[in-house]
RNA sequence: GCGCCCUUAGCUCAGUGGUAGAGCGUUCCCUUGACAUGGGAAAGGCCAGAAGUUCAAUCCUUCUAGGGCGCACCA
């Protein structure tokens, strides 16, 4: 026995030792692995944000990713675990000006190449330190296909699906109303709003014959009509009508309109119609638009008033450029004084839309963008996005894990609405359409002619990775594509199903016909042991590369996987990790006990297993049975739990206690070579069920055990249960 | 308003149509030659409540209570 093997376990050495052997065997990449016949099995990673380091979150898809690849490539699969990198678009934005405001600077005064240069050196960067966690975890991805999301490829594939989309139809540019965040200055998509309650004043103000309640009442300014309900008896000799209100800029005419939308119980049955600055009020201004004037924005993108459409107007610059906060209070005050204020409602809840990332107020705004057409038929096919969203997973093509997730899924589809996707922010791939005059050009390449002028905006990042699986694989020419497409499963975080998943779904089956992955599987988010949160602001995150440090990477990895259900967040803590370390030295120890003891290999004519032992064995073929079960309906946390006992409270705890009388006997004896041959069946066994969960202990071991035939444990075969 | 989920040992969670399991924690014993990051033993649960289906329910159905979450609307 080599000096090093001893006690106890010291997974700091051994890991890196370990995977450097893996990555160099070249065995990580599904072409090196037998032969042709062999099915493949493929995941493509969820790429992570190359904006940071990877925390206790990514540590959990590696560690289920891992288990699946090293799992089916035992299975004599050709394992694709294809690794991959996320520009992410508006998060790294987001991080990144949390960088640029510590320095002093801000990326508003920062030119456009500049800028994307500096972010493009930091995405780098980060990059490579990602690249270095994920192999400290154990991580067997095959590196030679890492992709990233800014890749030239990658851009031609979200390029060419954008011209897609547009020749049919589906991608098109509309002034609309859209979420704007005044403090990042880019709009955001309807997933990206965080709704939240609040209470508010509402204001029940005069309007000449007519009160009604509000509760933002700075945008005032901005209304063009005022909407009752058609049947609503009391108002409904108005509609239709002009009505004289006298406002702070004075007296004004406005006209009453009938439209159901308005609720005759809320309030007074009376509503005021700001187009501008109200996604509702847009709505009704889209139906009215012969009736009433268009929409008069009064707040501009930094939500401060502006009101130099009625500058000259008496008390107008009174208000211009307040913030909107600002300029409530001051009209509720002057409108008071002028008697124009019926009552307030101090205890009015009500929710608002929030910016998902800095809780900012969102400010609707009427703005040019790119939107994708939701629910609109696809040329002949007669079926939407949503439509083949919804269809592939109706057929079943898709399996949902857990499978309540699959009615929040369609829970969801079934309230779509049309997809924002420009960004005002640099750091993303910029939207390849072109202007000039009335004339829109959507191409890969540049115009050609005079007076182009590209959009400025960039993609939701999402569009981009909802491409993914099939742009990572090279789509459409590549015999990746061809030999790994549909992939098998996708594992990612089901905070992120609406986001990213069905968006995969449908723009995989949209693209390339065929859905992008059989199983969806959703994991939880990793909660402390207290069940809150992990996150830098309590102080509660464990980072996975110190305990991994501290307690060995399969330690980790355990308390990772065990009481891991798909769709329920995992409880861990410091103490869980620990206890997989003691079952990682636990093993290393019966480990060391079995090598010593069996340093000549059983003479096999003397084997003979008694009743007893035998009974021993078909224990551990129905484990064997009970592990490849669980494997196979992806219960990977009954697995490793199944595992654990077996191996501490039955072949630690009986097997090998049982063995060490007869170790005592002779050598060549029917006892002692019985009990070697038996103990090694266990030991071989069990550490190639364990590999998926802790790859490198268990590698280390078969290292020491294989004296004669050294192969890697990481390629060798499943037991056969 | 529409929808999803949870309630099992002190804590965190598994689980099964035939009256329950794990880890951690607690108590007691044991430094025996793989292992004190250990071994052995033990305490601890009418599986939220009620009704129904069934020969049989913690597991299926309905309702109730408490908790969590998603979506939509909100003047």
Known sequence: ??????????????????????????????????????????????????????????????????????????????????????????????????????????????????????????????????????RKLGASCDWSREKFTLNPDIIETVYDTFKKLYDDGLAYRDNRIVNWCTKHQTTLSDVEVKYIEKKDPLYYIKYGPVTLATVRLETKFGDTAVAVHPKDKRYKNLIGKEIEIKTLLGPTKIKVIGDEIVDPEFGTGVVKVTPAHDPNDFEIWKKHKDEIPGPRSVIDQYGRMDLSAFIDRENAKKYHGLKVMEARKLIEEDMQKEGLMEKIDQEYTHTVATCYKCGAILEPRILPQWFIAMTKPIGKTKKSLRDLGVETVKKGEIKFLPSRMEKIYMHWMKNLRDWNISRQIVWGIRIPAWYRGKEIYVGKENPSGEGWEQDRDVFDTWFSSGQWPFAALGYPGSKDFKNFYPTDVMETGWDILFFWVARMVMLGKYRTGKMPFRTIYLHGLVRDKDRQKMSKSKGNVIDPLGVSELYGTDAVRMALIIGNTPGNDVVISEEKIRGYRNFANKIWNASRFVITHTKTPPEKNKVKYASKDKEMLKKLSNTSKDVTKHMEQCRFYQAAETLYHFFWHFYADKVIEEMKERLTFEDGTAEKETAKALLLEFHFTLMKLLHPFMPFITERVWQELNLNNRTLLMIETWPQP
């Not at 089916?72 to 949390?98: C, I, N, S």
């Open 1 to 134: 026995m080599p000096s090093e093997f001893e006690k106890p376990y010291d997974p700091k050495t051994v890991e890196p030792e370990i995977y450097k052997k893996w990555e160099e065997s070249g065995f990580f990449n599904p072409d090196k692995l037998s032969s042709k016949k062999s099915k493949p099995f493929t995941i493509i990673m969820p790429p992570p944000n190359a904006n940071g380091a990877l925390h206790i979150g990514h540590a959990v898809f590696v560690t289920l990713q891992d288990i699946m690849t090293r799992y089916q490539r035992m299975r004599g699969k050709k394992a694709l675990w294809l690794p991959g990198a996320d520009h992410a678009g508006f998060e790294t934005q987001v991080v990144y000006d949390k960088k640029l405001e510590k320095e002093g600077r801000s990326r508003f005064k920062i030119p456009r190449d500049e800028l994307w240069k500096e972010m493009w050196d930091f995405t780098e960067e980060n990059k490579k330190v990602m690249e270095n966690q994920l």
